[in-house]
């Protein structure tokens, strides 16, 4: 694979544990600068009534479309410091509002490229202050390189579901400060703890993928066990992307059988050895 960051050892880095954390990805004022432009955007965030929330549920395309420009705007001169041969995909604000109910369980990000050949990543930066108790980010090192696997939308039978317990042991949490990143590959396990203080946990995240890529998406129908519809997609049709259905904007190009492997403890357990 062609490298997708200007250093060789964070290229290194990223390959080995499928993230890399920069501190100061932006400066503070640069994250208050950001977190104030989400505040005009406070209340189509808050009416999706959602204990996480994320941009992109609101199915809301001139939001989506908004937003990504938002996020864009502040993130991408700090990204062409670091990466290399990138386009961007879409960004979005991720609030984690105050209760139990708002941990982010262990899991991959869904499919956006043929990732025999290419990784896709985001890029997470921390509007204020994270840690275990307001939301931090966790991971676990090269587990992007533990089995491969198709991860389509909405509901399919993740690889490491019957593990979920052994999992969340291995998770390693990331507190950072205001303004740090996180860029990391989609397939790599993560998660973040629930919010327990008084006040929202605000990051922004915005997509990323190789120039020679080309996007695509997955789509599982509800009842279908292993008929994968596969689609080719553009930004535009993400931007107009329809939660839980098939992309509207998308190029149907076929049905790809696949058979979602389920992990084991042992076989888990192993990849750490």
Not at 16 to 36: H, T
Not at 82 to 94: D, E, H, I, P
Not at 210 to 216: D, F, M, Q, R, S
Request: glycine residues 4%; charged residues 25%; proline residues 5%.
């Amino acid at each position: 694979m062609e490298s997708l960051f200007q250093s060789e050892s964070d290229q290194k880095e990223f390959d080995e544990n499928g993230f890399v954390k920069y501190p100061s990805f932006i400066s503070a004022e640069q994250a208050d600068e950001l977190f104030r432009l989400y505040q005009t955007t406070l209340a189509e965030h808050t009416g999706i009534d959602r204990p996480f929330i994320t941009t992109s549920h609101s199915n809301d395309h001139n939001l989506i479309r908004k937003v990504d420009e938002m996020i864009a705007g502040m993130l991408e001169p700090q990204m062409k410091k670091v990466l290399t041969n990138y386009k961007l995909l879409f960004g979005n604000f991720l609030i984690k509002m105050f209760g139990p109910d708002s941990e982010t369980p262990a899991h991959q990000d869904i499919t956006f490229v043929d990732e025999h050949n290419f990784p896709s990543i985001s890029v997470w930066v921390a509007l204020s202050d994270t840690d275990e108790q307001n939301g931090c980010m966790r991971f676990i090192k090269g587990s992007h390189k533990f089995v491969f696997t198709l991860r389509p939308t909405h509901a399919y039978p993740w690889t490491y579901e019957n593990v979920r317990a052994i999992v969340n042991e291995r998770l390693i949490s990331y507190p950072c400060k205001k303004g740090d990143a996180f860029i990391f590959h989609h397939g790599v396990i993560h998660a973040s703890f629930a919010n327990l203080t008084h006040e929202p946990r605000v990051a922004a995240v915005l997509a990323a993928y190789p120039e020679h890529a080309e996007l695509i998406h997955y789509f599982l129908p509800p009842g279908e066990k292993t008929a994968v519809r596969k689609y080719k997609m553009s930004k535009e049709a993400f931007l107009h992307f329809i939660k839980e259905q098939p992309p509207a904007l998308g190029e149907f190009v076929e049905i790809e059988k696949f058979d979602f492997k389920q992990v084991n403890a042992q076989e888990f357990e192993g990849f750490f050895k």
